[in-house]
Each structure stands twice: as C-alpha cells, then as structure tokens.
C-alpha cells in the first residue's frame, strides 16, 4: 500500500478540477465550483493526516486515530543539571490533539501537553523508569515506550542505529528522512566521516538525515558518530545515489519473535531495511489490540490489552519501484508469569552470564554433571530470535568464575576451579565484535567463588574466594585487574575472611560493600577506590553465607540468601542493616535481579516459586512458579525489554514477564 504524499494529491485534485471544468457547462459553475472545492479539501486532508500534518482540521471533519507512536530516543539516561536536547515523537494516522504521561517525569522535565516533545534539565538523580505516553485524539489513542534515568554524571551514548542501512536513494529527489534510533547517554551532537553526498544534510543536533542529493554516486560508507560529554558510539551508514528509485529490500525487524506482557507498553519493534528508502508499510493481519504499526516509519509500538497465543503477521514495506515483505510472530503473555525459553547447548551449573551491549547474553563455563567435568565452552543468548548460539571456547574450563562487562563492551572471566585440576589463577577476555578470547596476565594468587567488582575508573575488584581449602590465602585477599596495562596488582587485605558465597555491591559513594562469606558471620566491610583501603562497617542483623546483592533505587542494597526467610538491607548513609518483611520462603543460592520497575525478584532455593521485593512497601510477595525444578547456582540476567533470563540449572532456559 503506497502513500501518497501531498504534492501527488494536489496534482491528482487539479487534474479533477480542470478535466470536470472543461466538461461543465457555463451554468452550472458555481455548483461545480463548490462540489470540487469539497474534493480538493478532502483530498488534501486525507493525504496529510499524520503528525506532521498540519492545523486541527477543526469541528466536523472526520479524522483517523493515531498509529505508531514512537519517540526519537526511547531509552536514555540524561545527566543531573543538565539540559536535556528536546525527545521529539513521530507518528502516523490521524494528528495527535493532545498527550499525557505516566508516571509523571523526573523532577526538572516536562511533557509538552500539544506536541509531546520532552524538555527541561533533570534535578536530581532517578533510577531508570519506564514511562508511558499516551496521544489522542477525538477517534483514539495511541501509546509509546520511554525509559528515563537520570544520572549524576554524564553516561555516554550506548546504542546508535539507522532505519535504512545500506540505502539507495534516486537523484534530485527529496529523500523520506531517515531516522536515527539511540540508546544510553543524551547524544549532544552528530557527525559524519567523510560528509554525506552532495544534497544530503545530517542534523548535528538530532541526527536526521534529509535533502535531495544532487549527483550520482557508487555505494560508499560514511561513519556516523554520536557523542556527548563522556562518549561516542558510531554506526557504519551506507548510501548509494542513482539515476533512478530501486526497490527496497532485506526488511527486517530488531525483534522478529516478540513476547509482551499484557497490559505492559513495549520497547518499540524497530524495521531495517536495504535497497530503496520505504516510503509506506503495511501489516496483514492487524495487530494486537492496542499495537499500531507505524505505516511511515515502520516502527511498531502501543500497550498489548489481549492475551494471545503466537500468531504470524506479515509486514511489507513499499516505495514506487516495488516492495519487500517480512513476518514477525507476536505473543502476548499475563504479566507476572513464566514462559518456557529455549534449551542451551549444554547444562551448566556455576555458568555467568553478562548482558552485552546490543543486548546479547554471554553464558560462559559451568559443570554439565556428566562427569565429564568443567566445561570451557560458551554460547550467546538472542532474544530477537529466542535462541542459543554456540560461540567459540574459552582457552579453559571453568565453574564457580566471575565475569565482568567491561567499559569497552568485552567481557573479563577469572578463576574458577576445574574438578580433576583444581583451582585457576588465569582469567581470558571475551571480545564480542571478534568472538575471540584472548589470555590476561596471571592473577596473583589462584581463587574460585570470589567476587568481581567493576570500579568507577574502569578497573575490576575480585575479594575473597578460596583455592583448595577454607584457610588459604585468597580469602582474606584482593586483588585489581587494570585493563589498560594488562596488569594485576594485590591491593589490601580485608579484615574477615570471605571463603565463598559472600556478596558485593558498587555504592552510589564509589565504594564496594561486602558482606557473608564466611559460616554464620555477620561481617560486612567497604573497600575505599581512591585509598585502598577496607573499613568495618554495620554488621548485618542475620549472618549468612551464599548471599546475593542488589542496589535499591534509593542507593540503599538488599541482601538475601539465607536459608531461613529473612532478607535485610544497609544504608549506606548510616552504615546500618535493618530487616526487610520475612520472605515466603528461604532462599538458599539465590539471585536477585531488579526490574526497571524498581522491585527485586528473587529465584532459587529449594521450591519453584520466586517472588518480588517492593520497596515502597517493604514487603515481599510471591511472584509465580517456574516451569523447572528448584534451581540454585544459577544465573538471572534483566534483557533490556525488561523480561529476566534465567539459565544454568537445567537444560531448558526460562523467560520471566514482569
């Protein structure tokens, strides 16, 4: 389905009026005259319709409800008193009257209630929420996806993509605008190398690229960059200029197998494509209620209302020279619940997994129970497919190792323990854009069931740990990776020793809290960056072992683990631990994950069942059952759309829906 753009219409509306004069007779001119008006009137409205569309076509006029709500950054974190630049959305549809949010924005920032662009300088520091917005009109409504955090310092740019690339555009034509999708840090400006093509303009404010470019050229790649303050990400965009419109090709989507829970609004579903720019989509058979598709842009968007099992939707993408198809399957999930996700390569009890940039997850190591031993393979979660894709090895096999994302998006694993060798004192690093690992330095005394930590400088702090028997040397040690130099340098001892399932945490003070460790002590410490120093702090009310940490969003950290249903947390600004509401259940090898609506899920111990730690209310409550059989020293990773990966403990992975 083509859509026609206004100038086609006021040439289709002047053909009409000048075909029907010539045909008319002198008389009946005045009654032609009005009758074609009413023509030309509608014809131009219904070409316009959308949000760039323009006055309030006003009382009476028959209007269509807006589709494809998105905004120009759907995820970003914006520095404390820092101005942010405008988030602008787009639509298509009818001409959004009116917009609303929910919950209201972080103190400093404003919804522009006529034409939903947000603006203003945050505050004060916020965790990461996710909004919605809502735009209406007379005939209906449509919603998008916004996560807002706000930092105290600048973040950078994580993320940067385009909605056509590569392209091929037609000479001396004006160019649909192509249209940046960003991630992370407030990008403060954008830049090409070399320029665009001649005709071609990129806004260094906002990133879009429009024009009509004036010469023909070969296919050549141009590097765009996004930047602010604290960093830069780039995007290899490629263009060719030629004498006439080609076809588009390749469309695909950023989730070809979505899951959504119902009620909940969606991380827009993003389109790519090459060959041609698309000038029109369409989808068959309708989506969801309460998806809308945006037929200029492609995005799709919107708060699923109804259950549904998986259904195939085919989407098409249009300009003049022809079109390209693809489909996508859509499930709609109750919000709360468990869903089955696909088997691993293998079972791999006392794995890692670390949520990479782009949004893969990397599992890495563990024990299949085979007794075949510790296993040195490795293999990437896709959530945009559902699937588990073996990558190459580690250089060994390892269990009960940490690892750690570092600020360049590779991946540091040290130690762990291999049954029929012992203990490791190596670590390798995982580069994602190679898939190759490559050997670190030595560490400087060999550990398994440490902890790591990555420090405010980039650096990674591994505590405790053991390498054989309860009383070596690692447990009262530390040590600091420097990925810079490669280098590993023994920093000062902590006053207890921390064996193994003892936990740390990064305080919004840049220091490191570690507590448990040890069998029934009650002991916590922070370690000090900037001296090097550990110092006691508070001692938590219940001692445990085999603990789990998770920051809260007020900076406070919650502990759990215990065997009994206690759960406790430290306040850093008074060095004191105060119980939590009593669990429903003791939570043995636990993990906890918080979710971007600020509560803590918690799974482990010997039942099927989770539950959720609000802390508004300073209550737990039971949050559903797993599919599988209790699991413990296994892995809870938060995907970016908000679901929870939960691998290790059995073959089969599971997906939670918040």
Known sequence: MHRIHRS???????????????????????????????????????????????SDPGPGVDINPPTGLVYAVSSASHAQHQTITPNVPHNSGGKITSYSVEPVLPAGLALDAVSGVISGTPVEAAPAVIHTVTGSNARGAATAYLQIEVAAAVTAPTLLRYKENPVSYPVNVDINPNLPYTEGGTVTQFSSS????????????????????????????????????????????????????????NLVYSQPVAIYSQDEVIVPNLPTATGGAITAFDVQPSLPEGLSLNTESGEISGTPITLQAAQTYTITGNNDAGGTSTTITITIVKPGSFEPGPDMSQLRVGLTATLLPGGKVLAAGGNDLSGSGDSNTAELYDPNTDTWTPIRS????????????????????????RGDIGVRGTAEIYDPSTDIWTPTEMTNLARTSHTATLL?????????????????????????????????????????????????????TGKILVAGGGYQDPTAELYDPDTGVWTLTGSMRVPGDHLAMTTLPDGKVLVAGHSTDTAQFYDPASGAWTLTGATNYGHPYPALTRLLDGKILITGGPTRTVELYDPSTNSWALGGNLHAMPITRHAATRLENGRVLIAGNALASELYNP
């Open 394 to 417: 580690m250089s060994q096999a390892r269990q009960y190792h940490t690892a750690t994302l570092l600020p360049d998006g590779k991946v540091l694993v040290v130690g762990g323990e």
């Open 194 to 249: 070399p320029a665009l093509p001649d005709g071609l303009q990129l806004d260094s404010s906002t990133g879009v690229i429009s024009g009509a470019p004036s010469t023909v050229m070969p296919e050549t790649t141009y590097v765009i960059r996004a930047s602010n303050a604290a960093g830069a990400v780039s995007r290899a965009l490629t263009i060719c200029i030629t004498d006439s419109l080609k076809a588009p090709e």
């Open 456 to 508: 405010p400088d980039g650096k990674v702090l591994i505590a405790g740990g053991l390498n054989g028997n309860v009383d070596s040397a690692p447990a009262t040690t530390a040590e600091i990776y420097d990925p810079s130099s490669d280098t590993w340098t023994l920093t000062a001892r902590m006053h207890y020793p921390r064996i193994a399932g003892h936990a740390t945490a990064l305080l919004e």
């Open 8 to 54: 086609n219409c006021n040439d289709i509306a002047g053909n009409q009026v000048a075909t029907l004069l010539l045909a008319s007779s002198h008389r009946f001119f005045k009654k032609l005259y009005l009758l074609l008006s009413i023509v030309v009137l509608g014809l131009l409205y219904g070409c316009g319709g959308g949000s760039d569309s323009g």
